[in-house]
């Protein structure tokens, strides 16, 4: 069968036998839904690399270099200790200004899979990702069910409609990687079009050292604008895993 060709699952129908990748369907998203609560208290080094191209095209000017303290305690994400090139900011992560990401630690696999989104998912491939064998699920949502907002400076916020797909390892049914991308925008809302890319591995966490955790390790978040075609790019690294425990100290800025 081609892509299009794939029966629609919706989260309406998982628990019904509308085709022989049913049960996989119903394994991915199992663990998708239990991904936050399988994870411990950690705390991890986030460091974020932001570039804007005037013209919108390929030309990556890097803008500045943004390091933050993660600490994932009680299924929450909590930012403190933020530098921007190196220097100390006062303000909180989500006040930063310019393209910010967050969620990478569950709630974006979480919003996808629960039944409030009315997401539909299909079979689309096999395929290779980082020498390990996957199938590929699609998915989309409607804007009208869609937990996806779009924020800009402040002024506008809109609640948009995506789609994208799921690269889930074959053997251990684990979520590796997560892209997904706006549909149409309102032609008087200033984005014109926004994608996010999370990519997941097992990692050991320093003090947990009995066993590997699936992680986030890195993210990408791209936003076009429509005043003068310019774009937004986030690379984004996790680094330095450890365990987060009463006596780690937090400042908040």
Known sequence: MSAQEQPRLTTDTVGSQTSSWNPLFTDVRKKALQFTDDLPDFICRQVTHRYRDPQGGSQWQIQDIV???????????????????????????????N?????????ILRSLFIPETHA???????????????????????QESSPWTLSYKNTHSLKVGYEGGIWVETQRRSILKISQHTLRLPPR?????????????????????????????????????????SSLRNLIEFR??????????LKEN
């Open 67 to 97: 390091e933050a303290e993660v600490a994932y305690n009680q299924r929450q994400e909590n930012y403190s200790n933020i530098m921007i090139n190196g220097r100390p900011s006062v303000k909180r992560f989500e006040s930063l200004g």
């Open 99 to 107: 393209a910010i990401s967050i969620g990478e630690f569950g709630s």
């Open 120 to 142: 539909k998912f299909w079979k689309e491939r096999e395929d290779q990702f980082g020498g390990v064998q996957t199938i590929v699920i699609g998915f989309s949502v409607p």
């Open 189 to 229: 809302f200033p984005i014109l079009y926004a994608e996010t890319t999370t990519e997941y591995g097992y990692r050991v966490i320093t003090g947990l050292e009995n066993q590997p955790f699936l992680l986030p390790l890195a993210a990408e978040v791209v936003i076009r604008e429509i005043q003068n075609r």
């Open 240 to 249: 330095e895993f450890r365990r987060f425990t009463a006596e780690v100290k």
